[in-house]
């Protein structure tokens, strides 16, 4: 498995692989076709997240605000850029709420909810990010690549034992991870 807009393999995928290496030499009748894999919509998500990221941390952006809270002062900035004046208005005033007044005080001026009002701008800041449909899909060439040169170069297995499909498959889990499909064939 990959993480979504990855084709790193991480350590749980490289444990797997070694149960499968060990398998496959065990059988040296038998062939590993890796077919690569992409959800068109969790891997678009993660790349346009990712290229939000680095956005965020040339405008001043701390790895450290990325993790907890990103200012709200440079998030409002880069929504302005995409989206109108009156949209950002809009959307404060959809997460600031008045706090209740007693009977014949005038009304209080309204409380932001900072968090929410960051994770929308976030969320539509993500979504308004550009992204060549062609990266997503070179993600399935480049997952299945991954996990033959593991398996060749680190695990040992003959070059001609593990293919890589011409095909990338489709699927649409919408999971934060992305499993290739491995077939065994006859050799």
């Known amino acids: 498995e990959f993480a979504a807009g990855r ?16 398998a496959l030499a065990e059988r040296p009748t038998l062939l590993l076709v ?3 894999t992409v959800d068109q919509a969790a891997d678009a998500e993660a790349l346009q997240s990712a290229a939000l990221n680095t956005e965020l941390l040339a405008n001043g952006v701390t790895q450290e605000q990325l ?8 998030l409002t900035t880069i929504y302005q850029g995409r989206f109108s ?4 208005k809009a959307l404060e005033a959809t997460h600031t709420t ?3 007044t007693a009977e014949g005080e005038a009304p209080k001026a309204g409380v932001l909810d900072e968090i929410a009002f960051r994770q929308e701008i976030r969320q539509a800041l993500i979504k308004s990010q550009p992204l060549d449909p062609a ?6 060439p480049a997952r299945a690549q991954a996990i033959r040169q593991y398996l060749v170069e680190q695990a040992g297995l003959e070059d001609d034992r ?3 499909a011409a095909e990338t498959v489709g699927q649409a889990t919408g999971e934060p991870w992305i499993a290739c499909q491995l077939a065994i064939e006859p050799r």
């Open 67 to 74: 993790d907890t809270a990103i200012p709200i002062d440079i």
């Open 85 to 88: 004046e009156a949209e950002l």
């Open 34 to 36: 890796i077919e690569g």
């Open 135 to 140: 990266q997503v899909q070179a993600l399935g």
């Open 7 to 22: 084709s790193i393999l991480g350590a749980p995928a490289v444990n797997n692989l070694e149960v499968l290496a060990t």
């Open 162 to 164: 593990v293919t890589v």
């Open 98 to 100: 008045a706090p209740p």
